[in-house]
């Protein structure tokens, strides 16, 4: 005779402040969107795939990646949602546009904001360029969006 086990949900919230190393690959690619404006992939000497955001690892043949290639900060969007529900960790008030865009030069997709267009008028397809903040700290968000590339 087997008991059926019912699943235990706990529905919690949880939100706090930590701190952590960014490890060695995502430091210098934190770094580089700080101090250079550059954005930096890996690219795969096995399979040449460059990977962005960079990471150490390929995910196809989980060779290492030690090469740094710099990608295009134009891209194209391969797609995108219109968010609503707020949440205490988003960016942005809603609505905003949380879009993956693939640069020039990567083989992968980059989830980012896209702003400065009309949600009716996104079409997956268009290019979009990456616009940096002015002052920047080493965080995903010196780059402040993307937006169309008329
Ligand atoms: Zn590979």
């Given at each position: 005779m087997s008991a059926e086990l019912e699943p235990v949900v706990h529905s919690k919230t949880r939100l706090w402040k930590y701190r952590h190393y960014a490890g060695p690959v995502r430091s210098k690619f934190l770094a580089e969107l700080r101090d250079n404006k550059r954005i930096m992939g890996t690219k795969c000497p096995v399979c040449n795939r460059v990977y962005l955001p960079a990471r150490?690892?390929?995910?196809?043949?989980?060779g290492q990646l030690y090469e740094w290639v710099e990608v295009s900060n134009k891209g194209t969007l391969v797609t995108y949602t219109v968010v609503h529900q707020k949440e205490p960790t988003y960016p942005l008030d809603t609505p905003f546009v949380y879009g993956i865009v693939r640069l020039d030069g990567a083989d992968t997709g980059l989830a980012h904001i896209i702003s400065e267009v009309d949600p009716e008028h996104l079409r997956i397809g268009m290019r979009l360029e990456a616009v940096f903040k002015e002052e920047r700290q080493g965080s995903i968000l010196d780059i402040k969006y993307f937006r169309p590339l008329y």
């Open positions: 150490p690892t390929c995910f196809v043949c989980f």
